[in-house]
């Protein structure tokens, strides 16, 4: 899990560059799926992937915010939009062993598209709401960034502890959490609060990511099926 990136709330936009900001956003994370998705497939068929443990644990966040503090320094160049491509090919690879392991069940593709499925709804509905609801939003990006590292701590702690019982709990609150995230995340382009479509890619495809990846993980926990 990586926090989702909080920006200042506010500033001046026209709506002709919110638009603009919101059309980009949109197709540059739908663009972003696709060496997710390849990075995937290669991880899943190579077994290409970080190690396990803990020194794959912080070897994985060193390459995550490496990049992410790459694409914040990119994202007013060319070279912003490849840099942010090739993290989320890093992302797609680092699913693979959770797809490893979900393939493992017998109705692991089933799986897989329930998560999918769950997480497509989840985004539908969060940014309708943000883009159509009155109400304003700003003031939960710090109770998020506080509750988002609060449960990364807590992550990071059950590595060690092995805690069933709290990995469950955990993974129900990321998908509570970065479902908020999404809220905010997408209000904050619509109404102008973000005007870098990089960034604004960025922060939604983090919420997004971990949305999945928790809803895989409850999935398999809940409805894998080893016969």
Same mark, same amino acid.
């Given at each position: 899990m990586i926090p989702s990136l909080q920006k200042p709330y506010g500033g001046v936009a #026209?709506?002709?560059?919110?638009? %603009?900001?919101?059309?980009?956003?949109? =197709? *540059?994370l739908a663009l972003s799926m696709i060496p997710t998705v390849f990075g995937a497939y290669l991880g899943v068929t190579t077994g290409l992937f970080m190690p396990?443990?803990?020194? +794959? *644990?912080?070897?994985?966040?060193?390459?995550?915010? $490496?990049?992410?503090?790459?694409?914040?320094? #990119?994202?007013n160049s060319a070279a912003g939009i490849p840099v942010l491509l090739g993290f989320t090919f890093f992302m797609g690879l680092m699913l693979a062993p959770l797809l490893r392991h979900t393939l493992g069940f017998a109705n692991g593709p089933a799986l897989i598209m329930g998560a999918f499925a769950g997480t497509s709804a989840v985004f539908g509905v969060m940014?309708?709401?943000? #883009?159509?609801?009155? %109400?304003?939003f700003s003031g939960m990006g710090s109770w998020l960034f506080a509750g988002t590292i609060v449960v990364l701590l807590a992550m990071v702690a059950n590595v060690f502890l092995q805690i069933p019982a709290l990995h469950l709990a955990l993974l129900v609150m990321v998908v509570g959490i970065f479902s908020a =995230?999404?809220?905010?995340?997408?209000?904050?382009?619509?109404? $102008? $609060?973000?005007?870098n479509y990089i960034s604004a890619t960025l922060s939604i495809y983090l919420d997004i990511y971990n949305?999945? #990846?928790?809803? *895989?993980? *409850?999935? +398999?926990? +809940?409805?894998g099926n080893r016969d």
């Open positions: #026209t709506q002709a560059s919110r638009n %603009r900001v919101i059309r980009n956003t949109y =197709w *540059l396990r443990g803990v020194m +794959g *644990l912080l070897l994985f966040f060193a390459v995550a915010f $490496g990049f992410i503090f790459a694409i914040e320094k #990119t994202k940014a309708t709401i943000a #883009t159509v609801s009155k %109400r304003d =995230w999404l809220l905010f995340d997408v209000q904050r382009v619509v109404n $102008g $609060g973000e005007t949305i999945f #990846t928790a809803l *895989l993980q *409850l999935l +398999g926990i +809940g409805f």
